[in-house]
């Protein structure tokens, strides 16, 4: 999606000479987080951090494909991210060294905690952990310590959105069938990559993935992030982007801005890192873009300018050489932003042909656009009819953006992507099916992130026998001041107990909701009720009982 002439013309003059100062963003002295998790639930093993890169930070590299086979095809993947604050260029990246993420939240004023390391932990819930709590009160610790006061989600099971407590019902929300959460802030120290202030950010960031049987599902890994401006200000022009990088030095990428895609696949037909001659690919795409049904604008070019929940999707994708040439690493503010919206270094725009480079080129938003090995792919970007020359293999660097989008203060934006393993007959057919996954993954995405709402029930006191029947009391009777009315499920059901007087009037209810098999205790207090003769009754979908109480005085 094109920028504006005001803003295009402004970004032009950010790359080429120093923003005018805003208010800096307040800068803190953390030390940079050292926790990690991994993600191993279905066919992946994937390492997450807590500095805005995944599967390294130094040393091994884990993202592994198959989970158990040793081999990993992706290197690093990092969060770049930047924009506008009053007219001030702010941007957070991670990449290789100097993470510009630190563990811990923001508070109201925008400050980072004085001590991240307070936070340097990421939280792994598995769905069987909490079925191994509902049947023997066994809590892990991540349960046990989930951090639902910093915005981690909470299944709320006691009917109280402010607490979380796991004797009462409520339950971790886990995402697909494992969930690793944490949170992290753009504003805990300097930024020596990207030479900006901060931008203000707070990140609450979940990973999951689902054992659902499906083509792509069990393969492909998710990442949620929920992206919360703690400025006064409004953060304007700004871009979320994706980078990536291949294991080894045979690699070339692609896009496809119809599927909204970027790709990462072997340059020939044997694959050195393990997987022999079936080179598979490797998908990034945006299943869930920032929300822009507030700007005036048909972002999502359906037609329609503003719908509810109009959302972008990946809007560029260009990859750079690791020299020092005019498609290099940046080295300034200008240069970083640049590549979030298609543009080299110098500011030259991306065009179409050759390497992506030539100042009297048509500009395109889309590298490497054409389905391998149609023209204008890595392995024929010169557009012969049978091609002759190809680029060398590479690291296979990308860049995926998403933007530009605006954040009001205290707004938060919902972003989630996927890395989607497609492994076909040979390297172009693994990309050739890996072009259909988006679409089936967006139409499962809201199936995956659904909360089971099987592990939605009280726990169960361990070694407790179930109950074979129903059954249903209170205790004493008659009573005056208070009592108790028992009830006991031989399933997990959805229950109403609700006490009537003889008109049959409701006087109160006292339980409703998903119930665990079991027995349980109502404690309720009568003595505001007059004196007489009144009816309780227990509902479920296959059974219904009542009682009578006296309440005498």
Request: hydrophobic residues 30%; glycine residues 14%; negative net charge.
């Given at each position: 999606m094109p920028m504006g002439r005001a803003t295009a013309l402004l970004v032009t003059a950010l790359i080429f000479a120093p923003p005018v100062p805003a208010g800096a963003q307040s800068t803190g002295s953390c030390l940079l987080g050292g926790a990690s998790a991994d993600l191993d639930v279905a066919g992946v093993r994937a390492r997450m951090f807590n500095d805005g890169g995944f599967f390294w930070h130094g040393g091994e590299n884990i993202y592994e494909v198959p989970k158990g086979s040793g081999i990993t095809p992706i290197f690093t993947t990092n969060l770049w991210m930047g924009g506008l604050v009053v007219d001030e260029l702010r941007l957070s990246a991670s990449v290789y060294s100097d993470w510009e993420f630190w563990p811990g939240p923001l508070d109201d004023d925008g400050n980072p905690p004085e001590d991240c390391t307070l936070y340097d932990r990421l939280f792994s819930v598995y769905d069987e952990d909490i079925r191994r709590y509902n049947k023997t009160g066994e809590a892990t610790p991540d349960m046990l310590d989930w951090p639902w006061d910093l915005g981690a989600p909470v299944f709320d099971g006691d009917g109280n959105l402010d607490n979380y407590d796991l004797e009462a019902g409520d339950r971790p929300y886990v995402f697909g069938d494992q969930t690793i959460w944490w949170v992290m802030n753009d504003a805990g120290n300097k930024h020596m990559n990207t030479h900006t202030d901060p931008i203000g950010l707070e990140i609450r960031a979940a990973a999951f993935a689902s054992t659902i049987e499906s083509h792509w599902i069990p393969y492909t890994t998710f990442y949620r992030f929920e992206l919360v401006n703690k400025l006064d200000s409004v953060i304007d022009s700004f871009y979320f982007g994706v980078y990536s990088e291949?294991?080894?030095?045979?690699?070339?990428?692609?896009?496809?801005?119809?599927?909204?895609?970027?790709?990462?696949?072997?340059?020939?037909?044997?694959?050195?890192?393990?997987?022999?001659?079936?080179?598979?690919?490797?998908?990034?795409?945006?299943?869930?873009?920032?929300?822009?049904?507030?700007?005036?604008?048909?972002?999502?070019?359906?037609?329609?300018?503003?719908?509810?929940?109009?959302?972008?999707?990946?809007?560029?994708?260009?990859?750079?050489?690791?020299?020092?040439?005019?498609?290099?690493?940046?080295?300034?503010?200008?240069?970083?932003?640049?590549?979030?919206?298609?543009?080299?270094?110098?500011?030259?725009?991306?065009?179409?042909?050759?390497?992506?480079?030539?100042?009297?080129?048509?500009?395109?938003?889309?590298?490497?656009?054409?389905?391998?090995?149609?023209?204008?792919?890595?392995?024929?970007?010169?557009?012969?009819?049978?091609?002759?020359?190809?680029?060398?293999?590479?690291?296979?660097?990308?860049?995926?953006?998403?933007?530009?989008?605006?954040?009001?203060?205290?707004?938060?934006?919902?972003?989630?992507?996927?890395?989607?393993?497609?492994?076909?007959?040979?390297?172009?057919?693994?990309?050739?099916?890996?072009?259909?996954?988006?679409?089936?993954?967006?139409?499962?995405?809201?199936?995956?992130i659904a909360f089971d709402t099987t592990l939605f029930s009280a726990r169960l006191p361990p070694e407790v026998p179930l109950p074979v029947t129903y059954g249903l009391g209170h205790y004493p009777n008659p009573v005056s001041e208070s009592a108790v009315v028992r009830f006991e499920l031989p399933r997990d059901e959805h229950v109403s107990v609700v006490l009537y007087d003889l008109l049959g009037r409701r006087v109160a209810t006292l339980a409703t909701g998903l119930h665990a098999a079991g027995s349980y205790e109502i404690h309720f207090e009568a003595k505001n009720l007059t004196a007489g003769l009144y009816l309780y009754r227990l509902e479920t979908p296959t059974f219904v009982g009542s009682r009578t109480l006296m309440v005498v005085r």
């Open positions: 291949g294991d080894v030095q045979d690699h070339y990428v692609g896009s496809d801005s119809v599927a909204g895609i970027a790709y990462l696949y072997n340059d020939d037909e044997w694959d050195e890192e393990g997987y022999g001659n079936r080179p598979p690919a490797l998908g990034f795409t945006f299943l869930q873009g920032p929300l822009v049904d507030g700007d005036d604008r048909d972002n999502d070019g359906d037609g329609e300018v503003d719908e509810d929940e109009e959302r972008l999707r990946m809007t560029s994708f260009i990859s750079h050489s690791h020299t020092g040439n005019v498609r290099g690493w940046p080295t300034t503010p200008g240069q970083w932003y640049g590549y979030l919206h298609a543009r080299w270094p110098d500011g030259t725009p991306l065009t179409e042909g050759g390497q992506g480079y030539n100042r009297h080129g048509k500009p395109t938003n889309w590298m490497y656009s054409g389905t391998p090995p149609d023209y204008w792919s890595e392995g024929n970007p010169y557009g012969n009819a049978s091609p002759v020359w190809s680029n060398p293999p590479q690291l296979g660097t990308m860049i995926m953006p998403t933007g530009p989008f605006r954040m009001e203060p205290g707004e938060t934006q919902e972003i989630i992507f996927a890395i989607i393993f497609s492994q076909g007959n040979d390297r172009l057919d693994s990309v050739h099916q890996l072009l259909g996954a988006p679409v089936s993954l967006r139409a499962a995405l809201p199936h995956i």
